[in-house]
Structures are given as structure tokens and as C-alpha cells.
């Protein structure tokens, strides 16, 4: 048998407060100070910024070292990422995106009681929309900020469309169970507004699933992802080029799709997935329309010529109406750049 032979250089890495990214990490800066392997204990859903405020309100003599990674953008200025405390308790914890993560010793006497008291910063709501970030800890969900739409759907949609309302709000805010919704349609007709106003009409957590992570589906951290996110709806806008029939360089992503839909891992996991695309149902792999997974399939059309005059006075425009027109057609007419009121969040 060969024995481990480790090198003066190696030891030296493992003794090192960063992990093998250049990161900082709780468990490596634990390592480096303590010589010891920790324990760890994970909370999932928190604020962070509430969690900074508390730690540093209640336990400031406890806190021996601060150690902050943030990034600077025009749009938001300076960002937390994560932030590492050392406390003079055997613990070093970190708080990122939306997770609490604590390295201690066996002797760590206030474990419990940060324990209980970050408690309270679990979020609650379970409504709202993510989007999957890759963090030092893997796949993450981050939350993304969006105002809730106050939309008059019988006024913005074709007749009829409130049934189908009534069915996604129903099904989808149902506890247990997975399957699909395919909602497709031209450019401008109103997908995405849609899927706006839906974020807070259902009581379970979304999360965006940019088109090139979803033809990943069967990636090892998505997996993993997954089974730590249990009975949330995935939200896959532009997803042509996943649901296409004759796209054989996503197979087993296309595999992966069905299986979450209507197989073992729907079962298990109870994921529902809403999928959004522009391209020809003909196109679309048949695959996905099997009764069971399909659990509902609705085409956003122009707005009937009635429709259209209708929104069109709502809106305070004079404008003849000849035939169907899309909703961007509408919010913005060339001759009359119809300006959206920031609190109803029309997208398309």
C-alpha cells in the first residue's frame, strides 16, 4: 500500500485562510487558525444584511476579525458578496447570497445561541423570483427584485385568457406534484409581462433558469441544486432551442427535462416548470406534450381588433385600429411613444 505523502508545500496550502479559487472561506480560514477539521452547520432563505446588523449589535465582543468580499457596479454601487466573522468562540461563520454557513469546534459555547437567533431571519414569503448564481458554495439562488404588476388582464389579453389564469395560479401554487407549462407565442404579445404578474399571485418560490444553464439540465450541480430546492417552479424563458425536436446536441438535457416533468426525480422533487418560446409548436420535441407531464399549453396572441381599441382608450390614445396588434405595438406606437407608468411594469 502507498502511504500519504504530503509536502512542505502542501501542508502550507491546506494551512492557507483561502481555498483552491483564491476565495476566502469559512472552513479553510477555521483550518488555518484552529488546526482542526470544524463542524458545520448551514441555514438556507436568510437575510444577510439583517444577520451582519444583529451579529455585530449583539455578539461585537464576541467578534474577533471581520473579513468582507464585495464588488462595485454602476447600476447598484458597492455590494456585499459574502462576509467572514471570526468569533473568539471556536466559530467562524459566513453569510452569503442567501445562506448562513458556520464552521466550529467542539467546545463552541454560543453555537445555539446564534443559532436560534439568526432564526428570525429566514424569509418567510415564498413568493418571489431567483435566479441561479454560481457562489464558492455552488449553485445558489439570488434574489432578483420585482415590483408586483398590477395588470387588468381582461383588458391586456384575448377573451378567455382568465380561465387560464385561473388554472397556472391553481396548479402551480399546489404543493406536491411537477409538470409542465408551455406558454409561447410571437415577440411582444405578452409572455413576460405575464410571467411578472404571476410571481406574486402564486404562493411558491420561482426561479430563472437562464436558457444556456437549462440546456445544462443534467449537470452535476444542477442536480444538486435541485434536491436542495424541493417544490419550487423553474422559469425558462427563449427556451427554443431546449424544446426543439431536432436538437440532438441536448439530448440529455432534453432527458433531464422529461424526467423532471413526469418521472422518478418529478416525483421526488416536485418541480414545476414554466418554459416560454417564440418558435412554431411544430418544432417543439413531441416528447413534451405527453398527457401527464403537459399540464397546460397556451399561445399568447395579438390582441383582437376590439381588445386593441379598448387598451388603446384606456391608455388616453386615438388611434384607428384596422387589425390585431401586439401589446408592445401599443405601448409604443411610433407616432405617439406612449409613456408606461413605472408602477404597472408592462414587460413583453
Given at each position: 500500500m502507498k502511504s500519504i505523502h504530503q509536502n512542505e508545500q502542501s501542508i502550507q496550502w491546506t494551512l492557507s485562510p483561502f481555498d483552491f479559487q483564491g476565495d476566502i472561506n469559512a472552513g479553510q480560514i477555521f483550518f488555518s487558525r484552529f488546526e482542526e477539521i470544524p463542524?458545520?452547520?448551514?441555514?438556507?432563505?436568510?437575510?444577510?444584511?439583517?444577520?451582519?446588523?444583529?451579529?455585530?449589535?449583539?455578539?461585537?465582543?464576541?467578534?474577533?476579525?471581520?473579513?468582507?468580499?464585495?464588488?462595485?457596479?454602476?447600476?447598484?454601487?458597492?455590494?456585499?458578496?459574502?462576509?467572514?466573522?471570526?468569533?473568539?468562540?471556536?466559530?467562524?461563520?459566513?453569510?452569503?447570497?442567501?445562506?448562513?454557513?458556520?464552521?466550529?469546534?467542539?467546545?463552541?459555547?454560543?453555537?445555539?445561541?446564534?443559532?436560534?437567533?439568526?432564526?428570525a431571519f429566514v424569509k418567510n414569503e415564498r413568493s418571489g423570483i431567483s435566479m441561479i448564481v454560481q457562489s464558492k458554495m455552488g449553485l445558489m439562488p439570488k434574489d432578483l427584485e420585482i415590483k408586483k404588476q398590477d395588470i387588468d388582464l381582461s383588458l391586456h389579453y384575448n377573451d378567455g385568457f382568465n380561465g387560464i389564469d385561473e388554472q397556472l395560479k391553481r396548479e402551480l401554487s399546489e404543493e406536491n406534484g411537477s409538470g409542465l407549462y408551455l406558454l409561447y407565442g410571437a415577440p411582444g404579445t405578452g409572455k413576460s409581462s405575464y410571467i411578472k404578474y404571476l410571481i406574486h399571485q402564486v404562493n411558491k418560490r420561482m426561479v430563472f433558469l437562464p436558457p444556456k444553464v437549462a440546456l445544462n439540465l443534467d449537470d452535476f450541480a444542477l442536480t444538486d441544486f435541485l434536491l436542495d430546492n424541493r417544490n419550487i417552479i423553474l422559469v425558462i424563458e427563449d427556451a427554443e432551442e431546449l424544446l426543439k425536436a431536432d436538437n440532438s446536441a441536448r439530448t440529455s438535457a432534453i432527458s433531464m427535462l422529461l424526467n423532471l416533468t413526469d418521472g422518478i426525480l418529478g416525483d421526488g422533487l416536485g418541480i414545476k416548470i414554466i418554459a416560454t418560446f417564440n418558435t412554431e409548436l411544430h418544432q417543439i420535441d413531441p416528447a413534451l406534450m405527453r398527457k401527464g407531464r403537459l399540464k397546460l399549453m397556451y399561445e399568447f396572441n395579438k390582441l383582437s381588433i376590439p381588445k386593441s381599441k379598448a387598451l388603446l382608450a384606456h391608455l388616453g390614445v386615438e388611434k384607428e385600429v384596422h387589425n390585431p396588434m401586439n401589446l408592445s405595438e401599443i405601448y409604443y406606437l411610433e407616432e405617439h411613444q406612449y409613456q408606461l407608468n413605472s408602477n404597472n411594469g408592462i414587460g413583453f
Open positions: 463542524n458545520t452547520f448551514e441555514m438556507y432563505d436568510v437575510d444577510i444584511h439583517k444577520i451582519s446588523k444583529w451579529l455585530e449589535s449583539n455578539f461585537s465582543e464576541n467578534i474577533i476579525t471581520k473579513h468582507k468580499r464585495e464588488k462595485f457596479s454602476e447600476k447598484d454601487g458597492v455590494e456585499m458578496l459574502s462576509t467572514i466573522y471570526v468569533l473568539n468562540d471556536d466559530i467562524v461563520l459566513e453569510i452569503a447570497a442567501n445562506m448562513m454557513q458556520m464552521a466550529y469546534g467542539a467546545g463552541a459555547k454560543i453555537k445555539d445561541k446564534l443559532i436560534e437567533g439568526m432564526k
